[in-house]
């Protein structure tokens, strides 16, 4: 079956890099995303990896893919107090049509 | 101004109404969706629309209702059979030939 974990809560000081992990189960995932949802608002697509990649940059943010271990990571560098929010990781698997969400990382942006 | 629009941001409601939210896309997105958020929680699909006159049930559907008559419009409607409607909804479209979802602002039902 579907299932998507990560962590609560993450903690970082302004200007350090933050990593997000997420594990998923399903093998048969076609693409994996990362959202953002800042308070009371929509979810915003960051970015995606597509299942036969490893990692993907997009300026301060770097997806790694290991398929292996079934493990997601969203690092942003230079974290700012701008990125402080809800991150949820997707999944979406081949035959499918709906993404599958974990929880949720809550990050905290320390100045 | 292209996007997602859901409306309105927050709703009241008493129990045993029926209560129905807005969603409009005009970016000529083919598939629309319905996903439920509790405190703390990921998001869940309650419907989704491929097509025009055409939805299908997603995981939590008990309780909901949808229509999709215009491919622009994908109207969710939270009947007095669901037993704990109080909840953030987010609506989402997906253009064709694509993965990628766009969510809209979200409306926060409140009933009590």
């Known amino acids: 079956g579907e299932d998507v974990e990560q962590s609560l809560f993450l903690s970082v000081r302004e200007g350090d890099s933050s990593v997000i992990n997420c594990t998923y189960t399903?093998?048969?995932?076609?693409?994996l995303y990362w959202y953002k949802q800042e308070p009371g608002a929509g979810l915003q697509l960051l970015t995606y990896?597509?299942?036969?990649?490893d990692m993907k940059q997009d300026q301060r943010l770097t997806v790694l893919l290991n398929k292996k271990d079934k493990h997601l990571s969203l690092r942003i560098a230079d974290t700012q107090t701008g990125d402080s929010a809800i991150y949820f990781c997707?999944?979406?698997?081949?035959?499918?049509?709906?993404?599958?969400f974990g929880g949720g990382t809550r990050v905290l942006v320390k100045p | 101004d292209g996007g997602i629009t859901q409306s309105p941001k927050y709703l009241f409601r008493k129990e045993g109404q029926n209560v129905t939210l807005s969603c409009e896309q005009n970016?000529?997105?083919?598939?629309m969706y319905w996903y439920r958020q509790d405190p703390g929680q990921g998001l869940r699909l309650i419907y989704y629309?491929?097509?025009?006159?055409?939805?299908q049930k997603g995981d939590i559907a008990e309780g909901y209702s949808v229509s999709r008559e215009k491919k622009e419009s994908f109207p969710l409607t939270v009947t007095s059979a669901q037993k704990n409607p109080t909840a953030f909804y987010l609506c989402?479209?997906?253009?064709?030939?694509?993965?990628?979802?766009?969510f809209g602002p979200g409306t926060r039902l409140t009933v009590t």
């Open positions: 989402a479209s997906r253009p064709r030939d694509s993965y990628e979802q766009y």
């Open positions: 399903d093998s048969s995932s076609t693409y």
């Open positions: 990896i597509f299942s036969n990649m």
């Open positions: 997707a999944e979406i698997l081949a035959a499918g049509n709906k993404l599958t």
């Open positions: 970016l000529n997105h083919d598939a």
């Open positions: 629309s491929q097509i025009v006159n055409d939805f």
